[in-house]
């Protein structure tokens, strides 16, 4: 079973930054994918930022040039370095892992939360 833990989350004014970071532990054979997603109160879940195994990135509209996504295959860790933080970004960031047989892996989420 892998485990995701997400670390790095907290309060931090607009125009701030923060860094989440994600590791994987357990038994993995091999992970394809890995991303964030958040919720913001009473909004739907949206993907933020996802990385596959290939380094290919992907990112949500509203985050583009403000957030990177990264990995470090041999930890099994993804990190998230959020730079120029609005209100709108708060929420709980959730980050996933996906195995090589499309099997999906939560972490139980960390809060962000941006005051203006």
């Known amino acids: 079973q892998v485990q995701p833990v997400e670390s790095g989350g907290g309060l931090v004014q607009a125009g701030g930054s ?4 994600c590791a994987a532990s357990g038994i993995i054979f091999s992970i ?3 991303g964030w997603y958040r919720q913001a109160p009473g909004k739907q879940r949206e993907l933020v930022a996802r990385v596959t195994s290939g380094a290919s990135t992907n990112y949500a509209d509203s985050v583009k040039g403000r ?4 990995r470090d295959n041999a930890k099994n860790t993804v990190y998230l370095q959020m730079n120029t933080l609005k209100p709108e970004d ?3 960031y959730y980050c ?3 195995d090589d047989f499309a099997r999906v892996y939560w972490g139980q989420g960390t809060q962000v939360t941006v005051s203006s």
């Open 67 to 70: 957030f990177t996504i990264s």
């Open 90 to 92: 708060t929420g709980v």
């Open 32 to 34: 394809n994918a890995m």
């Open 96 to 98: 996933y892992v996906v």
């Open 18 to 21: 923060l860094r989440l970071s």
